[in-house]
Nanobody, 118 residues
Framework: QGHLVDSGGGLVQPGGSRRLSCVAD????????MAWYRQPPGKERELVAS???????TIADSVKGRFTLSRDNAQNRGYLHMNNVKPEDTAVYYC????????????WGQGTQVTVSS
């Protein structure tokens, strides 16, 4: 059974940058849409960004212009590049994989905490 490991979280100063990583141990990664969700403290989980297997990104308005995505299908890896972070970006970030016919993510990472604070 495949699973994901997301990592790269930590303490970041406002205006700083951070790169989150997602590693899959299944080749399902290569045909799936990779997405990043986040759950701020005391709030519901929300979709941040996704990237299709062909590399087409979709970015939420709240992070557009600051966050980008990339993926390496040969290595079964993906990344969320966070730039000019703000305190409201503080959250647990989750990497997910979703198949074409799935309505919801098929796999979830364990989550990585990002805290934006000076």
């Amino acid at each position: 059974q495949g699973h994901l490991v997301d990592s790269g979280g930590g303490l970041v100063q406002p205006g700083g940058s951070r790169r989150l990583s997602c590693v899959a141990d299944t080749i399902f990664f290569r045909v799936a849409t990779m997405a990043w969700y986040r759950q701020p403290p005391g709030k519901e989980r929300e979709l941040v960004a996704s990237i299709s297997r062909q590399g087409e990104p979709t970015i939420a308005d709240s992070v557009k212009g600051r966050f980008t995505l990339s993926r390496d299908n040969a290595q079964n890896r993906g990344y969320l590049h966070m730039n000019n972070v703000k305190p409201e970006d503080t959250a647990v970030y989750y990497c997910t994989l979703k198949g074409t016919l799935s309505r919801r993510p098929d796999y979830w990472g364990q989550g990585t905490q990002v805290t934006v604070s000076s």
